[in-house]
């Protein structure tokens, strides 16, 4: 009796895949290929060329802000740097840290509202240090706000004025970070001292607009634009849909056992896949938004996790969800590894994170294209994930 085995083929460009010579077309590492439960395969060339992304992608950055910062470089100004705690992980920009390793600076948490109320203070604290530790900042101090908590405000603003040792200051961050908001809370208690006035116009040899608040007589606090966000899933929605990720409703965990081969929707917007570790089981607790919709899905008859979830978008099925992504050609996959056996975080940038215990794990995580993830040391500890 003869055998019969199905010839697979490379899902985006068609080829046929083979595991025995990397530098023929349709090359796959046979790990991959014998994998009965991981239909879903690219060769390795469109993996690594069209859809895999190795480095997650920075935000754009404007020529002249780096202008801006290289002025602040020679001034050896104090750098209040404002995050917003929901997703800031992929949003840093090499350029700008590496313009500023030199200079104070002041890390400032914004938006604690958005994560889970039993999260303490410290242990934010201590998070976000070791964030900008990651990507090669040393912060003099970490400051912790929701943007309109007057108190929090009042500190920051007093540790401000003891750490710029009378020279200038500037504020900076991405866009939607509360930047702005915080810079407000320093003007509500503002006392003018000195002889100059709070201007906005034009950053020196630059078409950046910036608020100038004089400190006193000889320096001043730079009010900057934002950093940009295209990296980030906020890029998709206009000014009328994007007050759904900007509310103050805090982030919601719902735990969710993901077997080997099945993936969960989060609502039209991703998909996360889990394809296996040392456990066959996984328990991952998910945070995102409270209007995120969840759907489980597992691979059958003949069709993958991603061909059964752009037929729940065709549908409508789902919510809510993004009018521009209805297909794997408006997604990038990112494919994760975990080898720690510690609790870990994988996000999507402006969107949410899974959390879960590291046990040799892959994943793929499929996102609106140009869209960042991040997998970083867990934001918000729970010991009885297993």
């Given at each position: 009796?003869?055998?019969?085995?199905?010839?697979?083929?490379?899902?985006?460009c068609g080829v046929l895949l083979q595991s025995e010579d990397p530098n023929k077309e349709g090359y796959v590492r046979k790990e991959i290929l014998e994998n009965a439960a991981q239909n879903f395969i690219?060769?390795?060339?469109?993996?690594e060329n069209e859809k895999y992304h190795a480095r997650p992608n920075e935000p754009r950055l404007d020529d002249d802000f780096l202008t801006m910062l290289t002025d602040a470089k020679a001034k050896d100004?104090?750098?209040?740097?404002?995050?917003?705690?929901?997703?800031?992980?992929?949003?840093?920009?090499?350029?700008?840290?590496?313009?500023?390793?030199?200079?104070?600076?002041?890390?400032?948490?914004?938006?604690?509202?958005?994560?889970?109320?039993?999260?303490?203070?410290?242990?934010?604290?201590?998070?976000?240090?070791?964030?900008?530790?990651?990507?090669?900042?040393?912060?003099?101090?970490?400051?912790?706000?929701?943007?309109?908590?007057?108190?929090?405000?009042?500190?920051?603003?007093?540790?401000?004025?003891?750490?710029?040792?009378?020279?200038?200051?500037?504020?900076?961050?991405?866009?939607?970070?509360?930047?702005?908001?915080?810079?407000?809370?320093?003007?509500?208690?503002?006392?003018?001292?000195?002889?100059?006035?709070?201007?906005?116009?034009?950053?020196?040899?630059?078409?950046?607009?910036?608020?100038?608040?004089?400190?006193?007589?000889?320096?001043?606090?730079?009010?900057?634009?934002?950093?940009?966000?295209?990296?980030?899933?906020?890029?998709?929605?206009?000014?009328?849909?994007?007050?759904?990720?900007?509310?103050?409703?805090?982030?919601?965990?719902?735990?969710?056992?993901?077997?080997?081969?099945?993936?969960?929707?989060?609502?039209?917007?991703?998909?996360?896949?889990?394809?296996?570790?040392?456990?066959?089981?996984?328990?991952?607790?998910?945070?995102?938004?409270?209007?995120?919709?969840?759907?489980?899905?597992?691979?059958?008859?003949?069709?993958?996790?991603?061909?059964?979830?752009?037929?729940?978008?065709?549908?409508?099925?789902?919510?809510?969800?993004?009018?521009?992504?209805?297909?794997?050609?408006?997604?990038d996959v990112y494919e994760v590894h975990v080898e720690e056996a510690r609790q870990r975080d994988i996000g999507i940038l402006g969107f949410g994170w899974i959390s879960f215990i590291g046990h040799q794990?892959?994943?793929?995580?499929?996102?609106?294209?140009?869209?960042?993830?991040?997998?970083?040391?867990?934001?918000?500890?729970?010991?009885?994930?297993?």
């Open positions: 009796m003869a055998d019969i085995a199905q010839v697979r083929k490379c899902y985006n690219f060769c390795d060339r469109c993996f100004a104090l750098i209040v740097y404002v995050v917003n705690l929901f997703s800031f992980e992929a949003s840093f920009i090499e350029q700008i840290n590496n313009l500023i390793k030199g200079n104070k600076i002041l890390a400032v948490a914004n938006k604690r509202d958005l994560l889970p109320m039993d999260v303490s203070e410290e242990e934010i604290k201590e998070y976000v240090a070791h964030r900008f530790r990651a990507v090669g900042l040393k912060a003099v101090d970490v400051m912790v706000t929701t943007g309109f908590d007057d108190e929090a405000n009042r500190k920051i603003i007093n540790a401000i004025q003891t750490l710029r040792e009378g020279k200038d200051t500037y504020v900076i961050g991405q866009r939607y970070c509360g930047k702005t908001t915080l810079v407000n809370a320093f003007l509500r208690v503002f006392t003018n001292l000195s002889k100059g006035m709070i201007i906005t116009q034009n950053y020196r040899d630059t078409n950046l607009r910036v608020m100038a608040i004089p400190l006193d007589d000889h320096s001043y606090m730079f009010d900057t634009p934002g950093t940009g966000y295209d990296n980030s899933l906020l890029s998709y929605f206009d000014d009328n849909t994007i007050d759904l990720f900007l509310s103050s409703k805090a982030v919601e965990k719902k735990t969710i056992r993901l077997s080997k081969g099945s993936a969960v929707c989060l609502g039209g917007y991703a998909m996360v896949e889990y394809l296996g570790g040392e456990s066959g089981v996984l328990t991952a607790d998910f945070y995102f938004r409270p209007q995120i919709q969840y759907r489980k899905i597992v691979a059958k008859h003949g069709k993958t996790n991603i061909d059964i979830f752009c037929e729940i978008l065709a549908k409508g099925a789902i919510s809510p969800r993004l009018k521009n992504v209805s297909s794997i050609k408006d997604l794990q892959v994943f793929r995580f499929y996102v609106p294209s140009n869209v960042s993830i991040y997998n970083t040391r867990a934001k918000v500890l729970d010991r009885k994930l297993k």
